[in-house]
């Protein structure tokens, strides 16, 4: 997963640009204003955070739950309000790993890795989603329609081996039955939210 510092563009760890309320100070001194949605998530949400070093982790999470993933804008603007320098905020959120830096795709395929599921077979499912998708784990479909990723345990290790595709927890998962489950999320226009289980999909 890439870091903040290592976006392509001037960001946190490289150029040192300055965010001015809704508008970012770019290296060379011109100012461009945040993108639009994190602009709307600031003015809405962000804002009220108390400028205290102690919302930086609730900050993120906010940021994160809003967006989706933590953009350099909104690292910029958060830096800025909590008066923390760009490097420090960088460093808290690159050391949890629930926090992201890359837009994730519109469905999320999460294999689980754990003992339980490794015994039944998730290693072959994951070889063969990541196959079908043409996408390491941790990244996302060239057509930014999906995003794989891999933990070490759902708590469902009964129904192992266990994927969650958009939420919807499955057991017992074969590599074929994965395969539809993806097929089966991208016919839906956006993901479902919550979390539900299913067993033998
Ligand atoms: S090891 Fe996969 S759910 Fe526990």
Same mark, same amino acid.
């Given at each position: 997963?890439?870091?903040?510092? =290592?976006?392509?563009?001037?960001?946190?760890?490289?150029?040192?640009?300055?965010?001015?309320?809704?508008?970012?100070?770019?290296?060379? !001194?011109? /100012?461009?204003?945040?993108?639009?949605?994190?602009?709307?998530?600031?003015?809405?949400?962000?804002?009220?955070?108390?400028?205290?070093?102690?919302?930086?982790?609730?900050?993120?999470?906010?940021?994160?739950? =809003?967006?989706? %993933?933590?953009?350099?804008?909104?690292?910029?603007?958060?830096?800025?309000?909590?008066? /923390?320098?760009?490097?420090?905020?960088?460093?808290?959120?690159?050391? %949890?790993?629930?926090?992201?830096?890359?837009?994730?795709?519109?469905? &999320? /395929?999460?294999?689980?890795?754990?003992?339980?599921? %490794?015994?039944?077979?998730?290693?072959? $499912?994951?070889?063969?989603?990541?196959?079908?998708?043409?996408?390491?784990?941790?990244?996302?479909?060239?057509?930014?329609?999906?995003?794989?990723?891999?933990?070490?345990?759902?708590?469902?290790?009964?129904?192992?081996?266990?994927?969650?595709?958009?939420?919807? /927890?499955? !057991?017992?998962?074969?590599?074929?039955? $994965?395969?539809?489950?993806?097929?089966?999320?991208?016919?839906?226009?956006?993901?479902?939210?919550?979390? &539900?289980?299913?067993?033998?999909?």
């Amino acid at each position: 997963m890439k870091k903040p510092g =290592s976006h392509d563009s001037p960001g946190m760890g490289g150029g040192k640009p300055k965010a001015e309320g809704a508008r970012i100070r770019r290296p060379g !001194g011109a /100012v461009l204003p945040l993108d639009p949605e994190v602009e709307r998530w600031f003015a809405a949400v962000g804002a009220a955070f108390p400028a205290s070093r102690s919302s930086i982790i609730p900050m993120l999470q906010s940021a994160q739950a =809003s967006l989706g %993933y933590l953009p350099r804008d909104a690292m910029q603007a958060i830096a800025r309000h909590l008066k /923390v320098s760009p490097v420090t905020l960088e460093g808290v959120a690159s050391f %949890y790993a629930q926090f992201r830096f890359d837009k994730p795709g519109r469905h &999320r /395929v999460t294999v689980c890795r754990g003992t339980a599921c %490794y015994v039944r077979g998730s290693s072959k $499912l994951m070889d063969d989603i990541q196959a079908d998708l043409k996408v390491a784990a941790g990244g996302t479909t060239a057509d930014g329609e999906v995003t794989l990723e891999a933990v070490s345990c759902f708590g469902a290790c009964a129904l192992a081996p266990v994927v969650v595709v958009d939420g919807t /927890v499955n !057991g017992r998962v074969s590599s074929a039955s $994965l395969k539809a489950l993806v097929d089966a999320a991208g016919q839906h226009p956006q993901p479902q939210p919550g979390r &539900r289980t299913k067993a033998g999909a």
